[in-house]
Structures are given as C-alpha cells and as structure tokens.
C-alpha cells in the first residue's frame, strides 16, 4: 500500500514563528499536493508539484511556500504563521493516470 | 461559483435505504472522476473511481454523465458503518495538467 507520512498529527504554533509542515511518500509518486480542510470550505489547494523542483501555485498560495528538493519528499512552509493559518493540513500524492490521490492522515495546526 | 459542487446534506437514512448523491462539476475537459469517503477526523480514503460506463462495487454505484456534466453515487441497503462524508473529486483541466478538485462533500448518517 501507499503510504503518505505526515511528521505531526498536531501542532502548535505561536503567531509569527516559521511553520513546516513534512510530507513523504514511499510509492515513488511524481505528483504532490498540499491542501488545507475547514470547516464548510471543504479541502482547498495550496500548492502542488509534478516533479521535483518543480512547484506551482493552488487556489490559496497566500502566506505559504513550498520545497520539493526529492520526489519523496514535500514541504509546507508558513513563512510567518498567523491565526487564520489555523486548520487541518492534508498532503496527498497521486501517480500519472487515473488511480486516484492517497493522502496522509493530515495535521492540525493550531496558531495561538 | 465553485467548480464543483455536492449536497452538504445531511442525508439521514434508516438502516437498509437505498441513497443517492449527486455532484456537478463546471469544466467540460474535466479528465477523471472519484468518490472519497472521509469519516470525522480522518483522512479522505479513495472509495471509487468513475468511469464513463459506470461502475459498480459491492452495494455501491458511481455513474457519470458528461453531456449534463455530473457523478452520482448510489448506496443500496446502508449500513450503520456508511456514515460518513463522501466527496466527490474532479480532475480539471488547467494549462495543460491536471488538477484534483474537491467538492465540499456531503453528509451521511444512517440509522438503526
């Protein structure tokens, strides 16, 4: 099975510190994305990636970054964390084809 | 107007209904199409993909119409253990990739 790791299941944060969220798969997928879920706005995208290096901008890319230095590999970075950045952080990964998107189990960040 | 949109519900069903979800969605090159199943708190986990000739799976049914431009999943006698939020996902079209698009999701509870 693919399996999707996300460092932290919660997370804490103070307003203003640098925030990153780690995302690795296992499957070799060439695609990777960042989504952030709350509560009757569903999962929005943040950020996604088709290869390593290689990055583009989602729906909301405000107040977010991104690295993808290895295919296994992608990261959330909150450049300044703030409280509207609280939310549950959803990566998922796909491969090329129709086989659907394998998430990790996500984490909740909460900025205080 | 979101691009794809679902039913929030909540369908509140009796144990063995038959129930059915709709979702739409507003790119006609929307490429490929799933049901994710997402209990409280956890991930969404792939339920099915859906195919042009619909497709079934044990008591459930996807089926897309792409000149009307929806999915439907049918649930035939639910169980307790369906409960849950199902969310349908398009892949959409944009400069040349794909891009996973979720609708907000719709609830389900099923009673005894």
């Known amino acids: 099975d693919v399996k999707v790791t996300q460092s932290s299941r919660y997370l804490v944060k103070r307003t203003g510190e640098k925030v990153f969220l780690e995302c690795v798969q296992d499957?070799?997928?060439?695609?990777m994305f960042w989504y952030r879920q709350d509560p009757g706005l569903g999962l929005r995208l943040i950020y996604f990636?088709?290869?390593?290096?290689?990055?583009e901008k989602g729906d909301i890319p405000e107040g977010y970054s991104v690295s993808r230095e290895k295919k296994e590999r992608f990261s959330l970075i909150l450049e300044s964390a703030s409280t509207n950045q609280t939310s549950m952080y959803l990566c998922a990964s796909s491969t090329t084809g129709n086989y659907g998107y394998t998430f990790g189990s996500g984490t909740r960040l909460t900025v205080v | 107007r979101k691009e794809v949109e679902q039913d929030p519900g909540p369908f509140n069903v009796p144990e063995g209904a038959t129930v059915a979800f709709n979702c739409t969605y507003s790119?006609?090159?929307?490429?490929?199409f799933f049901w994710y199943r997402q209990d409280c708190r956890k991930e969404p986990k792939l339920l099915m993909s859906v195919y042009s000739s619909g497709n079934e799976d044990g008591r459930f049914t996807a089926q897309l119409n792409r000149a009307s431009q929806y999915i439907s999943l049918l649930i035939r006698d639910s169980k307790l253990s369906d409960s849950a939020t199902y969310l349908c996902v398009v892949n959409m079209a944009s400069g040349g990739s794909y891009i996973p698009t979720f609708g907000r999701g719709t609830s389900l509870i099923v009673h005894p």
């Open positions: 990636s088709y290869d390593v290096k290689m990055k």
């Open positions: 790119n006609s090159a929307s490429q490929s």
């Open positions: 499957m070799d997928h060439e695609n």
